[in-house]
């Protein structure tokens, strides 16, 4: 029977993995028979810098085949974000995830971060030379800007103002604090510098919740409510100007499906960015 501490590693290689299959099933089915089907509940941290859509593939994949409820909190980046009313990067951006499993159909996964937007989005903007709209962020002296490139000097904006701030110095918690990984501030900055083709290790952290719904209201009990709650938000009369009530994560696997149907757009920018990274490394060039 393993103990405590390989039960543990096995949940935090688990939920930390690139991939959902990198892990054996056999571990992930003792880890959930021996802790998971106990208590009900399992939470394993990483200090191990994973990559946070490592996080975000396990709460997907999880969420759709363990009949099993996950949260996810990751470090994304070094600190990029501002604290309400402050004008210097001090947090990252908080991303974090749930992921809840649906009957007979793909999981409901909420995924998102505490900025008002992503400072990768930023950066594509600002490489085409466009603005950005107000309250996405401020430039190196503290004021607000719809220049994207005076934004890739400055800071993001928490969404929604101190509710945002408030997510994100939560989610830091979790996420560093917590499992005693390095604050967003203190992670290198060398990758946030336009152009940069640097890879800095961070050790940043990651946390993540497993909740098994059979401990609490039952598993059927937990679904058929979903699917209840899910309905009652879909048929809900539209807006003006809406023509569909959709669930939060619905874009993205409508996007997914397209992009396996017709492959992924990228634009030329990007195709120069992987062109220049792939002689560096020594490999094929992706073919157009």
Known sequence: MPTPTDLS???????????????????????????????????????????????????????????????????????????????????????FAWGFPRRGDRPLVVDMAASATARGRIRQIAVRGGPIPEGWALDAEGRPTTDARAAMDGVVLPMAGPKGYGIGLVNEILAAVLGGANLAVDAPRAFLAAGSTVLDSWQVGHLAMVIDPAAFAGLDAFQGELERLILAVRTSRPAAGVTEVILPGEPEWRHRDRNLREGIPLPAETFAALDTFADEIGIARVAR
Do not use: W
């Not at 880890?31 to 396990?58: H, N, Q, Y």
């Not at 996950?70 to 974000?81: C, I, K, T, Y």
């Open 9 to 95: 590693e096995i949940l935090a290689n688990f939920a930390f993995s690139t991939s959902y299959e990198d892990l054996p099933q056999s571990a992930v089915e003792t880890a959930k028979k021996s802790i998971l089907d106990t208590m009900g509940v399992i939470v394993a941290a990483s200090r191990m810098e994973p990559a946070v859509e490592g996080v975000i593939d396990f709460v997907r994949e999880s969420g759709g085949r363990a009949e099993s409820s996950v949260l996810a909190f990751g470090l994304r980046v070094p600190a990029v974000m501002a604290a309400f009313g402050g004008a210097e990067p001090r947090l990252s951006n908080g991303p």
